[in-house]
């Protein structure tokens, strides 16, 4: 099975920038479908953007549209979310995780999950 290492998160001002790496090790990276989530404190995990496996479809959660990148190098085994125009209001551990079957924003649909990283946008 598939394991995930997220990385890249930390502490920047509103209106920076980041970008968040997702490195697979194990299966066949090319197989699976990625998504980023992110979960606020005192809040549910909640979507921010998929993938489809060959990178050919992406989706975004409306609250980071037009701000957030998705992408994925299949022969590196990595995906990225390139984060602009950050607020406030995206601080919030950040998961990368992999889903065997198409590109969703359903939580419950991805099988495989990292252990997060930390993203903090101060005013």
């Known amino acids: 099975q598939v394991q995930l290492v997220e990385s890249g998160g930390g502490l920047v001002q509103a209106g920076g920038s980041l970008r968040l790496s997702c490195a697979a090790s194990?299966?066949?990276?090319?197989?699976?479908?990625m998504g980023w989530f992110r979960q606020r404190p005192g809040k549910e995990r909640e979507f921010v953007s998929a993938i489809s496996r060959n990178g050919g479809r992406t989706i975004y959660a409306d609250s980071v549209k037009g701000r957030f990148t998705i992408s994925r190098d299949n022969a590196k085994k990595t995906a990225y979310l390139q984060m602009n125009s950050l607020k406030p209001e995206d601080t919030a551990v950040y998961y990368c995780a992999a889903d065997t079957n198409i590109a969703t924003s359903s939580v419950r649909a991805y099988d495989y999950w990292g252990q997060g990283t930390q993203v903090t946008v101060s005013s």
């Open positions: 194990r299966g066949t990276f090319s197989s699976y479908a």
